[in-house]
């Protein structure tokens, strides 16, 4: 031991006592002091940014030499009941600048006043927080002393019991696991001790585990006189660490002073550590005190070092972005793209006040690292597409006067979705290779529910489509399903070509959309009177519509086309799949024109007895096994990717939308809790138009309305005019809407 470590050591022990005995308020000032003490030989390397977290104060320390990714969650010690943000910040300052790493204090509230578990709640806000800012939890490492050591492993088991990930790693320094004290060094280093009493810690751990009452100035820890109890309820794993599993625990750097009377706490850690199987490294200094490396000596420089090479080794400098193949249904897509078509779907919630801008950004910022088979980019193999991870999240986009503008392949190489914004609407808009209807649904839904939480701390239950954003994603989400539920025999793919809308073609790619607005319990009841489902039904009256249109058209009845509706199927509902990738199929029901004149409960009744025959489960996996096969013959899987796209193409123009007038996409009802339904007023399901035909529908149900969107490039509105009638003759209320192409001035 150096000569001014011995004259520290003298005046620590000097002042032992009257450290031991001071009062609470005497303690927490002093805390403060030291921390600004710390702070200041380091505060001209860093910049701090102080910040509101859930329920406390908080501060973002950045070094100005930063060579690490990641960033330290760093939670102090001071016995759960001393320590505010400038004593938190003193220690932080030191880390971020010696270790050239981010690190976000945390001021988490005391006991007595907010006893247990109220400290590890706000630690648990504090690391969701920096999952919010768009760290991964492989970015994350904890650090603590003495209490703040022990919060540590408190969180961790906190986000095991959750089932959720933990950070990358633990550094802890001294931690104070076991607050029933029973470590055999309360005894053999009593002495030797130059910081803290037994008594002092029973203090604290009474104020943590009960609170306390207060007399004038004085504040008495409330006890628990039955002894076995008092031990039972202190070795509780959330307050006790040392009692709980460690398995599952990140890797840990553990320090510890030889001399103080929590070596136990590290020593005994470290071993149930090793023995479940953890990573951990323990460094015991000897003759040292309890949290020595606080005190920043020279002649332990070296710890710094070991810090510095524990947080490169858990956090790479550089992300290695993930990729995958695409799906099945995915491989057309970019293939079958076109100058002036990109095969791009909308969905978009409404809310009752106006969109922060920023706030949804941090909103997206979070929900992108929950889905990794979305928020990606397509890139170009040499035999096939693939998904490559985008490092952060797209920047939030301007609405622009009609939905689905064109997705440009050079934007999709770059990121192959957008959230857009305007007033009070939220909309994201997908490149169809990353997800179907579903699958975005559920994207759309976890971003809102974020956004409420980031603007009004509103927590919207899990479920109903709303994943956790702290849970890591499953390999059943990013799997591609068609593989695991392919039939043994394929299906034909004979079938008729149907009837085209044509119209006058908008010059410059304006899209309309006209959303009709109908009572969801008037349809419900209609279709439940006619025993069919509301997709057959809504199916039934475009099939009406279309022949109307038809018939106007081609007045020889004998060179009528059929009229046939592509509607997808979900085959989640079919098959057990978790998957949010695409995982849908067709069916195609529709009349022949050139048997005869029908009347809508004749094609009501053909549609639902079609869509009966044709969504079960061995046709689906008959259809799926169909398209599985296609690309399993070796001299296709060899052929080069040029020559690839100029086949599916070709494929795609002459049989993917030659079967049917046009699809109707129902994506059903959307029920959600009362957290969310306060403050979404509705939303919307836009399918893009086909690339040859002017038209498509999409449909979704949601607060006591059906939103059927009617999208096309032409002039006429054909369609909506002759399903408006169709409508009207059946005794169906519709509201109407639409976008406006706007005017430009001479």
């Not at 398995?247 to 030889?258: C, E, Q, T, V, Y």
């Not at 009841?525 to 099939?543: D, F, H, P, Q, S």
């Amino acid at each position: 031991m150096k000569h001014l470590t011995k004259i520290l050591r003298s005046q620590l022990m000097l002042l032992k006592p009257f450290l031991s005995s001071c009062s609470l308020a005497t303690a927490r000032k002093g805390q403060e002091k030291i921390g600004k003490l710390m702070a200041h030989s380091h505060k001209n390397d860093v910049e701090y940014e102080d910040i509101i977290i859930g329920a406390v104060k908080a501060s973002l320390i950045r070094p100005k030499d930063e060579v690490s990714s990641g960033i330290i969650l760093y939670l102090h010690g001071g016995g759960y009941t001393a320590g505010n943000l400038h004593y938190a910040k003193g220690f932080g300052t030191v880390l971020a600048s010696k270790c050239g790493i981010k690190v976000l204090c945390v001021a988490y509230r005391l006991a007595p006043e907010f006893p247990f578990p109220t400290a590890l709640d706000d630690s648990m806000d504090a690391y969701g927080h920096l999952l919010s800012s768009g760290y991964a939890p492989s970015d994350i490492i904890l650090c603590g002393e003495s209490a703040g050591g022990g919060l540590c492993y408190s969180l961790c088991l906190k986000l095991l019991e959750k089932g959720r990930t933990v950070p990358a790693g633990i550094v802890a320094i001294s931690p104070w696991t076991d607050l029933t004290l029973s470590g055999e060094s309360f005894i053999t280093n009593e002495k030797n001790e130059a910081a803290l009493t037994k008594a002092r810690l029973k203090y604290y751990a009474d104020c943590y585990t009960y609170g306390a009452r207060e007399e004038g100035k004085n504040v008495y820890p409330l006890t628990n006189p039955d002894e076995n109890d008092d031990r039972r309820i202190k070795s509780n794993p959330k307050i006790s660490p040392l009692f709980g599993s460690m398995r599952g625990m990140p890797p840990s750097l553990i320090f510890a002073g030889g001399d103080e009377i929590l070596l136990d706490d590290s020593r005994l850690l470290h071993e149930k550590l090793e023995a479940a199987g953890s990573q951990s490294t323990v460094i015991i200094r000897e003759n040292m005190w309890h949290a020595y490396p606080m005190y920043s000596l020279k002649e332990f420089e070296e710890d710094f070092t070991f810090i510095r090479k524990f947080i490169k080794k858990q956090i790479p400098l550089q992300k290695k972005l993930k990729w995958m193949s695409l799906d099945n249904a995915a491989k057309i897509f970019p293939a079958a793209r076109r100058r002036n078509w990109s095969n791009v779907f909308r969905l978009s919630a409404t809310l009752y006040e106006p969109i922060d801008r920023n706030l949804l950004q941090v909103a997206l910022d979070v929900t992108v690292r929950r889905f990794p088979s979305i928020a990606v980019r397509v890139k170009t193999g040499f035999f096939w597409y693939y998904l490559e991870e985008i490092p952060q999240a797209p920047k939030i986009i301007d609405e622009k006067p009609y939905p689905l503008a064109r997705m440009m392949f050079d934007d999709i190489r770059k990121c192959a979705f957008r959230v857009i914004y305007y007033e009070n609407r939220i909309a994201v808009e997908f490149f169809h290779a990353l997800t179907d209807g579903n699958g975005g649904l559920i994207f759309l839904k976890t971003l809102v529910s974020e956004y409420l939480y980031q603007k009004y701390g509103v927590k919207v239950p899990l479920g109903n489509g709303v994943l956790d954003r702290l849970e890591e994603p499953t390999a059943e989400e990013t799997e591609d399903s068609f593989f695991r539920y392919a039939g043994p025999k394929n299906a034909s793919r004979k079938d008729t070509t149907a009837f085209k809308l044509t119209g006058t073609r908008i010059p410059d790619g304006f899209k309309t959309n006209t959303t009709f607005m109908l009572s969801a319990e008037e349809i419900t009841k209609r279709a439940r009177e006619k025993n069919v489902t509301v997709t057959a039904y809504l199916a039934a009256a475009m099939i009406m519509a279309t022949l109307g249109i038809q018939e106007e058209r081609v007045k020889k009845q004998h060179k009528r086309r059929p009229v046939k509706i592509l509607i997808p199927v979900n085959l989640r509902k079919l098959f057990p799949s978790k998957t949010l990738r695409n995982f849908a199929l067709y069916a195609s029901p529709g009349v022949d024109p050139t048997l005869g004149n029908y009347t809508f409960d004749e094609v009501l009744k053909i549609v639902m007895h079609q869509m009966q025959l044709m969504i079960t489960e061995k046709n689906m996996a008959a259809a799926i096994a169909t398209n599985i096969n296609s690309e399993k013959p070796i001299f296709i899987k060899a052929t080069p990717l040029f020559l690839k796209n100029i086949i599916l193409k070709t494929v795609f123009n002459l049989v993917g939308e030659r079967k049917s007038c046009f699809s109707l996409s129902n994506l059903g009802l959307v029920s959600m809790p009362k957290e969310f339904t306060d403050y979404v007023e509705r939303m919307d399901f836009v399918l893009g138009v086909q690339a040859a035909a002017p038209y498509n529908t999409g449909v979704i149900t949601y607060n006591g309305t059906l939103y059927l969107n009617i999208i096309r490039n032409i002039e006429e509105p054909i369609l909506e005019s002759a399903l408006y009638r169709v409508f009207k003759d059946l005794g169906i209320h519709v509201k109407a809407e639409g976008n406006v192409r706007p005017t430009i001035n001479a």
